[in-house]
């Protein structure tokens, strides 16, 4: 079944009648997404798509108590008090697809949904997909197909290449997490794998990580203490970057020597992990993991 979004995902889009929101609350529809309501304040009582537009999360759901889950496409200037407004209205998971969120919000409000044991994925992230099931996101469903390998990704563009890496090598997906690229995030690499190992329908994990903050230093101390489990296969992106110089990412910054790629990926495979050293390698790399696994 997958983890974090399946066929029983039922979908609030806050933020359905700006551009992005419109976009891919169609493409989610076509995928087989089941949406059933949207949220933009003072448009309550139109549609998109044919779902309905309320003016609050509170009246969405009062109307749709079936709704579980959200996607906020929602201005960084308000993404807080939407996700204040989803977890206060019993929503259990939250995609938080916005970039450019100020630090101090994304604290609290990740903080907030924590206390309530509201999962949230995000900020800055491509979202979640569990192939033929449910997509609750903006990544190209195409590249993806259904399968027993589970993907977690702090980058947006590496999950989609070593996705169709995968699915180009007869590896499907259980599901593919996109935890966002900010220093800051909610669902971390740790809680994701741990889902992973508890599913199921997921025989290996493909960890796509990169340079700076210390997610991965941190999985791999969890993977020593745990003492097993499914296979797990690493990227880090980043070998070549110039210490102390920021690429692109928020959080992909090297700092007093620490975060670097290749301290990373020496720490992962003191762990257990199979790390690939270009992504091209993970397919490879999966099936050697398989190979050695009880579980599959």
Not at 39 to 57: I, L, W
Not at 140 to 168: C, M, N, Q
Not at 191 to 200: A, C, L, T, W
């Amino acid at each position: 079944m997958g983890v974090l979004v399946n066929k029983g995902t039922r979908l609030l889009v806050q933020g359905m009648t700006g551009r992005e929101g419109r976009l891919h609350t169609e493409l989610m529809l076509r995928y087989g997404t089941k949406i059933l309501a949207g949220v933009t304040p003072g448009k309550g009582g139109g549609s998109v798509e044919g779902r309905p537009v309320y003016n609050t999360v509170k009246e969405a759901v009062k109307e749709h108590p079936e709704i579980n889950a959200s996607i906020l496409f929602v201005p960084a200037p308000h993404t807080a008090e939407a996700a204040y407004e989803a977890v206060d209205a019993g929503v259990e998971l939250i995609v938080v697809i916005t970039e450019h969120i100020p630090v101090h919000d994304a604290i609290r409000f990740i903080e907030y949904g924590r206390r309530r044991g509201v999962r949230i994925v995000g900020p800055n992230c491509p979202g979640v997909i569990s192939p033929s099931e449910c997509k609750v996101g903006i990544m190209p469903d195409h590249l993806f197909k259904k399968g027993h390998v589970g993907i977690v990704s702090r980058s947006g563009t590496l999950t989609y290449e070593i996705a169709w890496s995968l699915t180009s090598s007869g590896l499907g997906q259980s599901t593919a997490v996109g935890i966002g690229v900010d220093p800051l995030v909610g669902l971390d690499l740790i809680e994701v794998v741990r889902m992973f190992q508890d599913d199921s329908d997921t025989e290996a994990v493909v960890v796509i990580g990169e340079i700076g903050g210390d997610a991965e230093e941190r999985l791999a101390e969890e993977m020593k203490n745990s003492g097993g489990g499914i296979p797990v296969v690493a990227y880090i992106a980043g070998l070549t970057a110039p210490t102390g110089k920021r690429m692109g990412h928020a959080g992909a910054i090297i700092s007093m020597g620490e975060g670097t790629a290749a301290g990373k990926k020496k720490r992962l495979a003191d762990a257990g992990a199979l790390v690939a050293d270009i992504p091209s390698d993970i397919p490879k790399l999966v099936r050697k993991g398989l190979e050695g696994s009880v579980r599959s």
